[in-house]
């Protein structure tokens, strides 16, 4: 079976690459996503397979080789792009993640109650990747191994 990555899923221009490329601790310039991109630890999904539902069978395919499913909302555009309950169609643990918390704090309720609407539990992940906010406790809690 191939390695279980991290996958990250959100509209276009949300942070996804910025994100991936802060978890896999990788500093070279960024690339817009036009297919599925397996990083080290990650899977960086195009934002066009959320946008547009009949995609939606490719996202539960590249699914099967998550150990986690990261749900991006961007603080700084937090337009609604997911069905509600979405997060429900995946048996992986599913990590709501609020993006770009250094731009437009009052958005901060609206991308709370989109994850909610998604079918996301608490507690969310706030990151911002410039600021250096969030991202330590995310890794921490994707990737360090927890005694069964
Ligand atoms: N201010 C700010 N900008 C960010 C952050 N994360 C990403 N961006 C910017 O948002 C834009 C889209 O990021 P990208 O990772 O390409 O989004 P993707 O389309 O979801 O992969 C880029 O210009 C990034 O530099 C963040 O935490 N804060
Ligand atoms: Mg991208």
């Known amino acids: 079976m191939r390695k279980k990555r991290v996958m990250v899923i959100g509209p276009t221009n949300s942070g996804k690459t910025t994100l991936v490329n802060a978890l896999n601790e990788y500093e070279g310039p960024l690339r ?42 961007d603080q700084s555009n937090c337009k609604d792009v997911y069905s509600p309950g979405f997060a429900k169609v995946f048996r992986c643990p599913v990590l709501g993640v609020i993006t770009k918390v250094d731009l437009r704090p009052e958005n901060e309720d609206m991308c709370i109650q989109q994850l909610k609407k998604i079918g996301v539990a608490e507690p969310y992940y706030k990151v911002s990747v410039p600021g250096g906010v969030g991202i330590g406790t995310l890794k921490n809690y994707l990737f360090t191994k927890k005694s069964k």
């Open 32 to 73: 817009k996503t036009q297919n599925i991109i397996f990083g080290k630890n990650t899977i960086d999904v195009p934002g066009s397979y959320l946008e547009n539902p009949w995609m939606y069978k490719h996202l539960i395919a590249a699914a099967q080789d998550a150990s986690h499913i990261l749900i991006l909302v």
